[in-house]
């Protein structure tokens, strides 16, 4: 979120994703021309007469091509027919391309790579390439140029050798066929029969597959899928030696249906092929009139790899292990001590053997005038209920007992690194132990500082845990991804003139949550530089559970939330103020809005965040506070919370790099919780959570990527989980959505249980290409959401209308949810959908995205309406309440209108209490505030604003 007058750009990043179908070739050319030379070109821009032409007629060195003063920038030649191209020339003017690659496409749509450049400085450049790549298209495709200029060449001639297409055998034909499911008549068989008029139906659920055994090894080059109209929009082709361990060699995300032609990049070796898909375009299942296979045979004299059982994963008693393998007669060596086994080195395997600690087995199978198994590898970590764990590198854990000096130098090697460290992938935890300290801890990105006492007062630190605005002169919007939790803070280090000495530095924007703190003094929620107060802005925090002693100075914020805490006083208020179930708050709201306060006595239902605890035996535990309803106050005024303590045996520790998909899941499935560590987490698969009262804590803001087009996380719909303290951040392949919590049609009721979420934070786009249909999906009902940001990238890399696509943000089609702190920004329709009956906001702060290209393409309902309301209640919603709202438009990109704010069904049971819409800088406007109510929200009218709707 960048607000007002400074915002933050990169370089578009593009992903492209290859559909591309090319037969086996015949070469019937060999001679080294420049076979593009006077071919029709064309190019994504140019000026003046210098068109694209005029790079492919090199016999004549006077002319140029030259394209406009942006990025990116395409120039496409056509060779009239398919060639085998092994390379190109480029010859520049003074303004080349510094980053660029040569493109080769067979249908001028789908393009591969042959060549990539970066930090190029221009004149001439020879590109070959590592392999040659057959189509009839090529282009260059720049992405960053050697000056402010456009993209110039004097000449750009292509190499290759004509190629004829042969049509390939397909070798799936009547081969013997499974799938996860059918329906009725229509196996799996009736995909590989070559009859237009039967298929093959799966069940209307994802993920489904349809396998064809193909009867030995081949090298698998390509396939075909003819779809039925209910097609596959996100699969995967792949492809197996063992009808168990799968190879991606195609993914496709988005797609539509039809005839679908496909190309492998790489040829993979393999007996089995299937489609694996995780989304369709339907609501009926995946329908396959025809799935046809390509690739040669392969004589193969190979072992099998052999199977370790248990598989990697993590134990809480010893495990018998077995090893098997699937070609008779082989033998079997294995190892435990790291090393890589073979032939000759050791242990033969005879019988199952067990093992009581943390062990790597890895395994070889091998015989007689065969080719030795490829290695098998088994990580078993045993987690011995002792309560002492390793927490890993990124934990920092301070004790009592150190020097003052020596924690002081950690903190402040971690916060060097992470001060503006805004997207990278490092993650810290500074985690001190119960007693006293005299410390300044300043917090950067990405960093959690946590006590582990029982109480806040336990970890008392004399000095500071602030957070300041430095690194951008003052201005805190963009201090997001941080957190402080479960300690007390005297402070005694002066910020700036505002803040000083007695007074605590807090000024962050989203996604930077304070809980359970005890501040012994004031608090000022932003940081002025010197005196140039106007730039000092911030833009919505959350405090929960946490006691002031002195005064809260909200100053600059925007919007901010305030639950179940205790202060001395609150002072300042810009557009939303929202206060829940605290003491020493405002406590009326009667003049809003020329004060923009929104005050709730008491906190209907919640439950606090778990948090990570250490007893004077050093072992640790997590703590799971106990359900509250009407609350007013902290949860500890009184002494230590209600709640259970769950010892450290019964989490998977979880470490980037070692926990997979795969090992997670396996650890849920024994009942196990998971206690994430501080890193990035690349999924293969979703995390699923089937179990009631599952836990999983992040520290750190341990972050989870769906690599695969899948979810991040799904939930099972069952009662009482609790999930807190993780960033979802979407991957290059669309996911459906990133986190779901019930499946579609959930019904059960979780009232006396309900499931509850805490510090969710979820990402599309920012640190690196990102997509994703929506980002959070709830079905369940009685779900109690506490502080999520749902943000869509307007700032970073991968970042633009049609590279980080996401859709929608947060949907809710449970019934009865109760969210505290909703922050949801920059998507590309509704930010929020609400389908279900009964849900209860409390704190809604919403930006439109930037980046809308015109308001012809962004227009709902089927085209009627202007633009898409930031909250969105479904006409079939009769009661629900939303208690303060702020939603923002900096229409960037051109000049753009959405009818409303917010839109709700007019019904006595839904209700909208202080809603307001402003005008941050741009284009465009906010035409109403809630349905046609309310004045808009343009340059000369920033704020406008609605007491009560209806």
């Not at 284009?923 to 000369?940: D, F, P």
Request: net charge neutral; aromatic share 10%; charged share 15%.
């Amino acid at each position: 979120m960048s607000k007002r007058k400074r915002f933050l750009s990169s370089f578009l990043t593009l992903t492209l994703i290859v559909s591309l179908f090319v037969g086996t070739t015949t070469v019937t050319s060999a001679d080294p021309v420049n076979i593009a030379l006077n071919k029709p070109a064309t190019s994504s821009s140019y000026i003046g007469g210098n068109t694209a032409a005029l790079a492919f007629d090199s016999d004549n060195v006077g002319t140029r091509f030259e394209s406009v003063f942006g990025d990116p920038q395409w120039i496409t030649v056509d060779l009239g027919s398919s060639y085998s191209v092994t390379g190109a020339k480029l010859i520049w003017e003074v303004a080349a391309g510094k980053d660029y690659k040569i493109q080769v496409s067979a249908d001028n749509t789908n393009w591969i790579d042959g060549y990539v450049k970066t930090g190029g400085t221009g004149g001439t450049e020879t590109c070959t390439f590592t392999n040659a790549v057959t189509g009839r298209y090529v282009r260059m495709y720049g992405t960053a140029r050697t000056t402010g200029y456009g993209y110039s060449l004097w000449g750009f001639e292509v190499y290759g050798t004509a190629v004829n297409i042969v049509t390939p055998t397909n070798i799936a034909l009547n081969k013997p066929a499974t799938s996860s499911s059918y329906l009725g008549t229509n196996t799996a068989a009736l995909a590989f029969d070559n009859n237009a008029g039967t298929r093959f139906e799966s069940a209307f659920s994802d993920p489904q597959w349809v396998t064809v055994d193909l009867g030995s090894s081949y090298s698998v080059t390509g396939a075909k899928l003819v779809w039925e109209v209910a097609a596959g929009k996100d699969y995967k082709i792949q492809v197996s030696a063992d009808n168990i361990n799968w190879v991606d060699s195609y993914v496709k995300t988005g797609g539509t249906g039809g005839t679908e032609n496909i190309t492998f990049a790489t040829a993979a070796n393999g007996r089995y092929v299937r489609m694996y898909g995780t989304a369709r375009t339907t609501g009926y299942g995946y329908s396959l009139w025809s799935f046809e296979v390509y690739g040669t045979s392969v004589v193969t004299n190979k072992v099998v790899t052999p199977v370790i059982t248990p598989a990697s994963g993590t134990y809480t008693t010893a495990q018998s292990v077995a090893i098997s393998d699937g070609t008779s007669g082989a033998t079997i060596r294995y190892t435990t001590d790291g090393s890589t086994p073979t032939a000759t080195t050791g242990t033969v395997y005879s019988a199952p053997f067990t093992i009581s600690a943390t062990t790597t087995v890895k395994a070889i199978a091998y015989k007689a005038a065969m080719t030795n198994s490829d290695i098998a590898t088994a990580a078993i970590t045993i987690n011995v209920d002792n309560g002492i764990v390793d927490l890993g590198p990124n934990v920092k854990i301070f004790d009592p007992s150190m020097s003052s000096a020596s924690i002081q130098s950690t903190v402040d090697t971690v916060f060097n690194q992470m001060q503006t460290n805004q997207f990278g992938n490092e993650r810290y935890a500074l985690l001190f132990k119960p007693g006293t300290y005299s410390n300044n801890v300043n917090v950067g990105f990405f960093t959690s500082v946590l006590g582990l006492g029982k109480n806040p007062d336990d970890v008392s630190i004399t000095g500071a845990v602030r957070c300041e605005a430095d690194w951008m002169n003052g201005n805190a919007t963009c201090n997001f991804w941080r957190s402080v939790e479960n300690l007390a803070i005297t402070p005694t280090y002066s910020s700036n003139n505002l803040a000083p000495a007695g007074t605590l530095t807090w000024a962050v924007s989203q996604a930077a949550p304070m809980r359970r703190v005890h501040i012994k003094g004031n608090i000022s929620l932003w940081d002025p530089l010197g005196t140039d107060y106007d730039n000092a802005w911030s833009s919505g925090g959350f405090i929960a559970d946490s006691k002031v002693d002195g005064s809260i100075g909200s100053g600059s914020q925007q919007q901010f939330l305030t639950r179940n805490s205790q202060m001395g006083s609150w002072n300042g208020g810009n557009w939303n103020m929202v206060f829940v179930g605290n003491s020493g708050a405002p406590t009326n709201d009667s003049s809003y809005p020329s004060v923009p306060n929104t005050v709730i006595d008491q906190t209907p239902v919640l439950r606090e965040k778990p948090f990570l605890t250490i007893g004077t035996d050093g072992k640790y535990s997590v703590f799971v506070p106990a359900l509250r309803n009407n609350a007013v106050g902290t949860s500890w005024a009184s002494g230590s919370a209600a709640g259970t303590s769950l010892p450290i045996s019964q989490f998977v520790v979880a470490k980037p790099g070692t926990s997979t998909a795969a090992s997670l899941n396996q650890a849920l499935s024994q009942g196990l919780n998971i206690l994430f560590t501080p890193g990035v987490y690349h999924l293969s698969e979703a995390l699923k959570i089937t179990r009631a009262d599952t836990v999983i804590l992040g520290l750190g803001l341990a972050t989870l990527i769906p690599d695969n087009g899948t979810a991040a996380m799904t939930v099972a719909d069952v009662d009482g989980v609790k999930i807190a303290g993780l960033l979802f951040d979407a991957g290059a392949n669309n996911s459906p959505v990133l986190m779901e919590v019930g499946p579609t049609g959930s019904s059960a009721t979780h009232s006396a249980n309900p499931t509850s979420l805490w510090d969710l934070f979820f990402r599309v786009g920012g640190a690196a290409v990102g997509k994703a249909e929506v980002s959070l999906k709830i079905n369940s009902n009685n779900v109690i959401g506490d502080n999520f940001w749902v943000w869509r990238a307007d700032h970073g890399a991968g970042v633009g209308w049609t590279v980080n696509t996401a859709k929608n943000g947060f949907i809710v089609n449970g019934n009865n949810m109760t969210m505290y702190g909703l922050f949801v920004e920059h998507y590309q329709e509704y930010q929020t959908i609400w389908n279900g009956n009964g849900g209860k906001v409390y704190f809604y702060q919403s930006e439109m995205p930037y980046d809308v290209p015109n308001q012809a393409s962004w227009m709902s309902k089927n085209g009627s309406l202007n633009g898409y309301a930031a909250y969105k209640v479904a006409d079939s919603v009769t009661s629900h309440e939303l208690y303060g709202s702020g939603v923002y438009s900096f229409f960037r990109d051109a000049v753009v209108a959405a009818n409303s704010g917010i839109e709700v069904p007019t019904l006595a049971g839904v209700k909208v209490h202080h809603a307001a819409s402003v005008f941050l800088t741009g284009n465009g406007e906010i035409t109403h505030v809630v349905n046609n109510t309310g004045n808009a929200a343009k340059a000369g009218s920033v704020k406008q604003t609605v007491t009560q709707f209806p």
